[in-house]
């Protein structure tokens, strides 16, 4: 059987499965507003969440009350740096049916309690009935405060995370500087050698004066149960073995916790009285305070890891870019992502991606897992090894390993052959990575030529290279003698190649020729660079 | 018009169930030939197509409960033959990647000449998505049957690309796994 079959095969799949798929995701009461944040979100890619591949189906964000307070609610004074809250409707009727139970707060009031009044069986429904969104998406522009985790738990606007979790952490905007809304999520994830069953956690807050999309009021609606606190509501939702949602208003603004089955208790109620005892300061998450990524076509920025993704004029194996997109982290590329055109050059390369990680920027946890070692360290016998006995489930056909400080995520065809095809694309960019380290000094070297402070050869010029050609090469330079050098230059085809390739401190790498250089200039320049 | 109401059209041979089908459903169906061609004109003779084979097939089938199942799967059929047609043609690199993704769930060489029977095969399919959480089912159908691209599919499900393509590779090697333990170790 072939994956094409597979796809045919499809087909015969039952009409009721095919139509749950045709509409909207399950549980999704779409707006407009949710589909611009899904629009966001794809120009965002996958720059979001640190964990990439954890569960993200997090939850919405809320109305602010201004003056009006819910009752139970609190009437202090608003968020620090938040907009002037717009008015709040008023509180809807419970679902019918359900009657909230009212818990009074206790210091000590232990996680079981909050959730002691939950039904098992109807809050499943009634998590169902909740309207689907994506906690930590909003509308308008956005900035990134993900690597500040320190600065923001020193101000008291996050609490202190165990670091084993990651932090993220993005800002929503409207006109102006401040945000109108806040998210912020620890994940936590174990990779185990079956990454199907890659276990994953995860906390997040959000936290609103106003919402453009989803009232608490769901949440509100289908409640059992509220938490009075210090004339707070807090209402609850979820089960003690599922997930868990609290839903507050204090000062000012909305406050949404939305936690998996396995968050610690402990630290889920650390986040719970850290958020309702510390308004986060808005002013503190200033757009111009924030990272921007960006989404980019890489012809718009040509320089973006060149020499990090494979190119046809790399290899014959290296089918042509189909497309490349680069992540931009304030302007700076932090990720390329190139999809090969695998109908022209068939069974070889699909996908490459290239991270320079940040907290918003990471592989797939399975990279860690699966990765494959550093490209410098690879020999064409350690690229089978790690084919034949990759962990189950894994797919047989991509390699993750770092390379100069990256991560890389490489995609062949399913039939392409560690030995034909893998190796040697992996070993072509390995030998001109060679080459591109050795280049850059070369490069600052030709600067220096350009600035006087190198004498300049007429008749030699260095300059950035790809690779070695066989035919044109003359060996190591520690070897060139004034004969050897003489011999080079009387082979045929070397003067009008107008190349001089040569290898140089375990480097390839080649200098421009002129047709008439003489031996004796270009013994002189190899003197030079030799620094005899 | 609901679909009975459309299909009763097409029972009683109405040209005007053609309009009314297009009317409902023909930018979704042009949607799905799009995701697969890449070519909006193709698409667009692929969704005519579509209503022919439609207009063709209804009588003797009656699909009044699942009509768009019906149609979507006719021109899912249409489009992915079409595609193929296109050979090596760039375009038909939809096709090719999800070949190749769907490869990795094939237990066995993948040159391994084999004839799996289609209903069986569906039937295990079937009872393997069905037992997946609705989300990821979503998404794998998206994927593989509405041949939605990764983006397209984050998108829809307002959540990032890198959770997509993770997920369907989990959902890709448990595929694997399952069908492993249904005898189709081949």
């Known amino acids: 059987m072939r994956g094409q079959e597979l796809l045919d095969k499809l087909e015969l799949l039952s009409p009721e ?27 965002m890619g996958g720059c979001a969440a640190g964990a990439v591949c954890l ?23 608003p968020l620090a740096g938040t907009p002037s809250p717009s008015p709040s409707p008023s509180p809807s009727p419970k679902a019918p049916g359900i009657e909230p139970v009212y818990v009074e707060w206790t210091q000590d009031l232990p996680l079981e309690k909050y ?28 900035r990134s405060f993900s690597s500040r985790q320190e600065e923001l738990e020193e101000e008291g606007d ?14 929503w905007y409207d006109s102006g500087s401040t945000p109108k809304s806040l998210s912020m999520r620890w994940e936590w994830y174990e990779v185990s050698d079956q990454i199907a069953n890659m276990n994953t956690e995860e906390i997040g807050v959000q936290i609103a004066g106003r919402s453009n999309f989803i009232s608490p009021e769901s949440y509100i609606r289908l409640n059992r149960t509220v938490v009075r606190r210090d004339g707070a509501e807090i209402t609850v939702l979820g089960q003690m073995d599922s997930q868990k949602f609290f839903v507050f208003q204090k000062d000012g603004a909305w406050r949404l916790i939305r936690a998996t089955a396995g968050v610690p208790q402990e630290m889920l109620l650390q986040v719970l009285d850290h958020f309702f005892q510390h308004p986060a300061d808005f002013r503190n998450f200033s757009k111009e305070a924030g990272d921007i990524y960006e989404w980019a076509e890489l012809e718009t920025c040509p320089e973006a890891f060149a020499g990090y993704y494979p190119q046809q004029k790399d290899s014959e194996l290296v089918p042509p870019l189909a497309g490349a997109e680069v992540l931009l982290l304030n302007g ?45 360290d690879f020999s064409q016998e350690s690229v089978k090894d790690y084919f034949r006995q990759g962990p189950a489930g894994t797919g047989r ?22 030995e034909d095809v893998i190796w040697p694309i992996l070993e072509t960019m390995r030998e001109q990575s060679r080459a591109w380290g050795l280049s850059s000094r070369w490069s600052k070297a030709c600067g220096d030529m350009e600035a006087g402070k190198a004498p300049v050869d007429p008749a030699v010029s260095m300059a950035v290279f790809p690779k070695i050609r066989e035919e044109y090469f003359f060996g190591d330079l520690r070897d060139a003698t004034l004969e050897s050098v003489e011999a080079y230059l009387s082979r045929p085809g070397i003067r009008e190649s107008g190349r001089f390739y040569f290898m140089w401190e375990g480097y390839y790498a080649y200098a421009q020729l002129t047709p008439a250089a003489e031996a004796a200039e270009l013994y002189g320049f190899i003197v030079r660079v030799r620094g005899d | 018009m609901d679909d009975e109401a459309i299909v009763a059209l097409f029972l009683q041979r109405d040209e005007g169930a053609l309009r009314e089908v297009s009317g409902k459903y023909g930018g979704r169906l042009r949607t799905l030939a799009n995701s697969i061609l890449q070519d909006a004109s193709a698409a667009e003779e692929c969704e005519n197509d579509t209503y022919l084979q439609a207009w063709n097939s209804i009588p003797p089938h009656q699909p009044g409960g699942y009509l768009f199942a019906f149609l979507a799967k006719i021109t899912r059929h249409l489009a992915l033959d079409a ?9 038909a690199g939809i096709c090719a990647r999800l070949t190749e993704e769907l490869e990795q769930c094939i237990p066995g060489p993948s040159d391994t000449p084999c004839q799996v029977d289609g209903i069986l095969l569906a039937g295990v399919l079937e009872s393997y998505l069905q037992d997946l959480p609705e989300e990821k089912r979503y998404m794998f159908l998206r994927r593989y049957w509405y041949c939605d691209s990764v983006p397209s599919v984050a998108k829809r499900m307002g959540i990032t ?23 189709y170790d081949v």
């Open chain 2, 161 to 183: 690309q890198a959770k997509v393509k993770t997920t369907l590779h989990r959902v890709r090697a448990g595929l694997k796994e399952y069908l492993i333990k249904e005898g």
């Open chain 2, 83 to 91: 595609c193929r047609r296109r050979g090596r043609k760039k375009r």
């Open chain 1, 397 to 418: 056909n991509i390699i993750y390993f770092t390379w100069d400080g990256c991560r890389v995520e490489a995609q062949f065809a399913e039939k392409a052959s560690p």
């Open chain 1, 158 to 171: 996050i609490p202190s995370i165990d670091s084993a979790w990651d932090f993220t952490c993005h800002a």
């Open chain 1, 17 to 43: 499965l095919i139509q749950s798929a045709a509409g909207d995701p399950p549980g999704v009461e779409e707006t407009k507003g949710q589909r611009r944040r899904g629009l966001f979100w794809s120009f």
């Open chain 1, 55 to 77: 569960s993200l189906a997090l939850l919405p964000l809320f109305l602010g009350q201004g003056d009006s307070v819910e009752p139970g609610g609190s009437s202090a004074a």
């Open chain 1, 332 to 376: 700076e590329p932090v990720r390329i992502q190139c999809v090969y055109d695998s109908d022209t050059v068939t069974g070889t390369l699909l996908q490459w991606t290239v991270y320079k990680e940040t907290p918003d920027n990471q592989p797939d946890p399975i990279s860690r897992l699966r990765a494959a070692g550093d490209l410098h």
């Open chain 1, 115 to 142: 959730f002691a009044h939950e039904e098992q069986e109807t809050d499943r429904e009634k998590l169902q009935k909740l309207p689907r969104t994506f906690f930590g998406y909003d509308e308008g522009e956005s």
